[in-house]
């Protein structure tokens, strides 16, 4: 392990302003308070230009290597928001707000890519410029690709974009990221399912709607488990199911709502084609109609591989090679920093967050302790990127 004695210098800095964005957790675009403390930061850093209202409330950042402005653009990306659930901690630093809390580690991710922006807008030890971009809503908001359909890329020429989020389990210092799909691509379905409402005590005078849906969620489960590749990874999740005013009524209709995880894009298609035919095919079945709203969420984020080889290289040169796992199993949670792999060539890479309650636990904490390899990595991979 190698950190930078001006690294190690910054930790409790850092984690200071970490702190207080834990304590002041807000949501999807309206980061208002988390942005205007990162504008005001970066130009205390000295950064060239800063430019705030990237994809509504994004930030970015640009910071010229030793030899001024030109030479390769390469972007490090932070997300900012919060999340809508209530902190149960006892922490010093725990959420002011009710019901908003900082249970994804956003907080240490801003908090980190400052560190680093401020580290390198004091070194300029590197040959081109680097971008740091600080965006909202990651949490169901698409904030990455309101900035990228915002031109964060064009307008600043970037060339490669790298993405870091911490992740608990896995020990502070140790890095984790593979090629290929690392996070999944999340779909919603809801599913409407028109019946024929009855007393509940003469069901030959109606069509349930209940039975069909309940005959529709256990099917689903046969795309996982007998339509898809058995290696080949997809999730159906019914994760609500609506009907019904009374124990003595058979509805008129239900309605099911659910996600569909993904790695791959074949495997995306077949999974909303099966979903449909599964859903009207059942309702059919039983005289019911069901009709299904089908709507494609993130995209899976996909690591491209050069890009992943030289982080990795990085990594290990920086950690050593036993704390770099460079081919971690993908997770089949959503991220939209896929919508700026989609955009550029870069990596999403996981930091580990020790042995802490897990990422959207209410009992959640960034681990501040993981800050220093954090920014040194971001150090590297700019140095390292704009030279290539
Ligand atoms: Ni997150």
Avoid at 19 to 36: M, Q
Avoid at 188 to 205: D, K, M, N, Y
Avoid at 365 to 387: K, M, V
Wanted: hydrophobic fraction near 40%.
């Amino acid at each position: 392990m190698s950190i930078d004695p001006r690294i190690l210098a910054l930790q409790e800095e850092v984690a200071g302003w970490r702190r207080d964005f834990h304590a002041h957790p807000e949501l999807g675009y309206e980061v208002h308070r988390t942005a205007g403390i990162v504008a005001t930061k970066l130009r205390e850093f000295g950064c060239d230009e800063v430019t705030e209202g990237i994809g509504k409330t994004g930030v970015v950042g640009i910071i010229h290597g030793k030899n001024g402005p030109g030479g390769r653009v390469v972007g490090l990306r932070a997300d900012m928001d919060a999340l809508p659930i209530e902190e149960e901690t006892n922490l010093p630093h725990r959420s002011k707000i009710s019901g908003k809390m900082h249970a994804c580690g956003h907080d240490g991710h801003t908090a980190m890519l400052l560190g680093a922006a401020k580290h390198l807008a004091e070194t300029r030890d590197f040959a081109g410029t680097v971008a740091v971009i600080f965006q909202p809503a990651e949490e169901g908001g698409a904030g990455g690709k309101a900035m990228v359909d915002d031109g964060l890329m064009d307008r600043w020429n970037i060339r490669e974009v790298y993405g870091m989020h911490n992740m608990p389990g896995i020990p502070t210092g140790h890095i984790a990221v593979r090629p290929g799909p690392i996070m999944a691509a999340a779909d919603q379905f809801v599913i409407r399912i028109e019946g024929r409402g009855a007393h509940a005590a003469t069901p030959h005078l109606g069509v349930d709607p209940v039975v069909v849906g309940a005959h529709i969620v256990a099917a689903l489960q046969s795309i996982a488990s007998r339509n898809a590749d058995p290696l080949k990874a997809v999730v159906v999740s019914t994760t609500m199911f609506h009907a019904g005013t009374a124990f003595n009524i058979i509805p008129q209709r239900a309605e099911l709502t659910g996600t569909v995880r993904t790695l791959e894009l074949g495997m995306r298609d077949l999974a909303e084609k099966r979903l449909t035919e599964i859903a009207t095919g059942t309702a059919k079945m039983f005289g019911a109609v069901a009709t299904v709203e089908y709507e494609r969420g993130y995209p899976a984020t996909i690591n491209h591989p050069r890009e992943t080889a030289e982080a990795v290289t990085i990594a290990k040169r920086l950690f050593g090679s036993a704390a770099v796992d460079a081919e971690v199993a993908p997770m089949m949670g959503g991220e939209d920093f896929s919508y700026m792999l989609e955009a550029r060539p870069g990596a999403y890479l996981f930091i580990g967050n020790g042995d802490t309650a897990g990422l959207h636990h209410p009992a959640y904490d960034f681990n501040d302790s993981a800050l220093p390899h954090g920014i040194q990595l971001w150090a590297e991979i700019a140095r390292s990127r704009t030279a290539a």
